[in-house]
Each structure stands twice: as structure tokens, then as C-alpha cells.
């Protein structure tokens, strides 16, 4: 049997408006999913298209106080346990520590299971919990049922500043958290973990500086980012295509939803640093996989 999946995730924000924004109906409708109902101590639930298998709830409420969240979530058929604890590191600073049983990141490889998606449910769910939070703008929420994805972003940096962070290798392993090695032209090698790790990296098909360029992931299918400037700013389009519309991959676009949360903080936070203090899933090391 694995360890839990965990998270922990800093948040500017007092420990009190933390612990609002995971027991509130109204909060958990704008960060997290939906559609929510709270009644506490004795109901929690969330469901709706962005919520593995959410067409029903499926929580119940074990215990709740004013440092820790603990709820079941029957997925699969399993009943698995969600815990968020809360450490408040400062007046104005909250630790928030997440951990999820019944994860295993091969049904994540598969699809065997719809536990598969929880790693990057959590990314991205955490990532705008943390934004909800601070007063920033979310990022689109996975649809879980959409046969596509074709998500927008507005990022306070010029489309030259934005497309260099995304095809420098320093500059993406910093905001993604991983190391991650790119061969900057059409045809290059852009492998997670590195060239070494990777032994059958994606492929760059397009390379237009300031403008767009797309990855060929192989099943997973291509994503493309295409950039507009306006002001100062830039409008990140991500589009998702090639992949298996009987099987769609939203793990991995959890996976990159979640990334780009990150990405826009990295360019307009003053002085970012990550979000993230640290993760690990099953029985895998910390750090194996950032998103």
C-alpha cells in the first residue's frame, strides 16, 4: 500500500481566512468547484464538471476544527481521506499541508483509474486557492468533461519576456519546478526531468519567438501556446490537440493549468518564489514530479 499523495503550499493570507475559504460554500464555488454545499460540522461536498467523477457529490464529513479539514471522497469505489492542516507561519502567512490517500501515479500513466487525476486536481486547485486568497486572478479550471482545451490567461510581461520563459530552460525549470531541458528550434528535444531522465522527450514543431510555439508530447497529443501583446501585457492562449478523444489527457492538462499559475507569478509577483514547499505522491520521493 502507498503513502498519500501531500502538498504544501504558502500562502499570503492570515490563517483564519484560510480555514473560510476551504469550509465556505461561496469560496469553494469560486476556487475549487462548481457547485458546493457546507453545513458544518455535518456536511461538505462539491461536485460539478471540473470535480472527478462530479456529477453527484460523494464526501462526508468526519471532522473539521479550526486547524484541520478531513473529509471522505468515494472515487472509483474507493472511499479515500482528504486532510488539510493548517500551520500558521506568521500573522499574515498560513502553511497549508494536503494529503490524499489512494493515489497511485501509474493510474495516472494509464488511466486505469480516475484517481489518476488527483496530483494535478490539487495542483491546480491549490494554485487558485492560493491566488483566490491573495486577490489574484484564477486560472481556468480543468472541465473534466469537455472534449477539449483551449484555455486564456492575461500575464503582466511583454510576449518576449513570456515566450522566453517558456522555451529557456533555466527560466521553465524555475517557475515549474523540475528540471527541464529544451533544445530551443523546431525539432528540439524539451524533456522533463532532463535529457539524461527522459528517454523519449516531446518535440518542438513550432518555434515562433514572441508569438507561438507548440510541443508534440506523442499520446498525450500537442499543445500549443500562442502569445498576443497588448499594453504591456500578453494573452496566453494554450491549446490542446492530436490526443484520443475517447480517452483525453486531463491530467496532464491539470498538469499544465497548474503550471501556468505558477508561470504568471513568476511574472508579477516582486521577488517571486514558488508557491510550493513540497510534494510527493504513493510511495515516490518529494520532488519527483512537480506538477
Known amino acids: 500500500m502507498t503513502e498519500p499523495m501531500t502538498r504544501r503550499v504558502r500562502v499570503s493570507a492570515p490563517i483564519k481566512e484560510v480555514h473560510h475559504a476551504l469550509t465556505d460554500?461561496?469560496?469553494l464555488r469560486t476556487w475549487l468547484a462548481e457547485y458546493a454545499e457546507v453545513d458544518l460540522p455535518h456536511r461538505y461536498e462539491f461536485w460539478g464538471r471540473y470535480i472527478p467523477e462530479g456529477d453527484?457529490?460523494?464526501?462526508?464529513?468526519?471532522?473539521?476544527?479550526?486547524?484541520?479539514?478531513?473529509?471522505?471522497?468515494?472515487?472509483?469505489?474507493?472511499?479515500?481521506?482528504?486532510?488539510?492542516?493548517?500551520?500558521?507561519?506568521?500573522?499574515?502567512?498560513?502553511?497549508?499541508?494536503?494529503?490524499q490517500s489512494h493515489f497511485d501515479f501509474q493510474d495516472a500513466i494509464t488511466g486505469k483509474s480516475v484517481r489518476g487525476l488527483l496530483n494535478t486536481f490539487w495542483a491546480l486547485s491549490l494554485a487558485n486557492l492560493v491566488d483566490h486568497l491573495e486577490g489574484r486572478e484564477l486560472t481556468p479550471k480543468c472541465d473534466l468533461t469537455s472534449l477539449g482545451l483551449r484555455a486564456q490567461v492575461l500575464i503582466d510581461a511583454s510576449p518576449e519576456e513570456v515566450f522566453d520563459s517558456l522555451i529557456d530552460s533555466e527560466k521553465v525549470s524555475r517557475w515549474f519546478g523540475m528540471p527541464i531541458e529544451i533544445e530551443p528550434r523546431i525539432g528540439g528535444r524539451f524533456a522533463m526531468g532532463g535529457?539524461?531522465?527522459?528517454?523519449?522527450?516531446?518535440?518542438?514543431?513550432?518555434?515562433?519567438?514572441?508569438?507561438?510555439?507548440?510541443?508534440?508530447?506523442?499520446?498525450?497529443?500537442?499543445?500549443?501556446?500562442?502569445?498576443?501583446?497588448?499594453?504591456?501585457?500578453?494573452?496566453?492562449?494554450?491549446?490542446?490537440?492530436?490526443?484520443?478523444?475517447?480517452?483525453?489527457?486531463?491530467?496532464?492538462?491539470?498538469?499544465?493549468?497548474?503550471?501556468?499559475?505558477?508561470?504568471?507569478?513568476?511574472?508579477?509577483?516582486?521577488?517571486?518564489?514558488?508557491?510550493?514547499?513540497?510534494?510527493?505522491?504513493?510511495?515516490?520521493?518529494?520532488?519527483?514530479?512537480?506538477?
Open 195 to 291: 535529457l539524461e531522465a527522459d528517454p523519449s522527450p516531446a518535440k518542438l514543431l513550432e518555434v515562433e519567438p514572441g508569438r507561438r510555439m507548440s510541443v508534440d508530447w506523442g499520446d498525450s497529443g500537442v499543445t500549443t501556446w500562442e502569445l498576443e501583446g497588448s499594453n504591456g501585457r500578453t494573452r496566453l492562449t494554450m491549446v490542446q490537440s492530436g490526443f484520443d478523444t475517447r480517452r483525453p489527457p486531463y491530467a496532464a492538462w491539470s498538469g499544465m493549468l497548474a503550471g501556468i499559475a505558477e508561470l504568471r507569478r513568476f511574472h508579477e509577483l516582486p521577488g517571486w518564489r514558488p508557491s510550493w514547499l513540497d510534494w510527493s505522491y504513493g510511495d515516490s520521493s518529494a520532488g519527483t514530479d512537480r506538477i
Open 25 to 27: 460554500a461561496a469560496a
Open 56 to 99: 453527484t457529490p460523494h464526501q462526508r464529513l468526519p471532522h473539521v476544527d479550526d486547524h484541520t479539514l478531513r473529509f471522505a471522497w468515494l472515487l472509483d469505489g474507493e472511499e479515500t481521506t482528504v486532510e488539510f492542516r493548517l500551520e500558521e507561519e506568521g500573522p499574515d502567512s498560513t502553511i497549508i499541508a494536503l494529503s
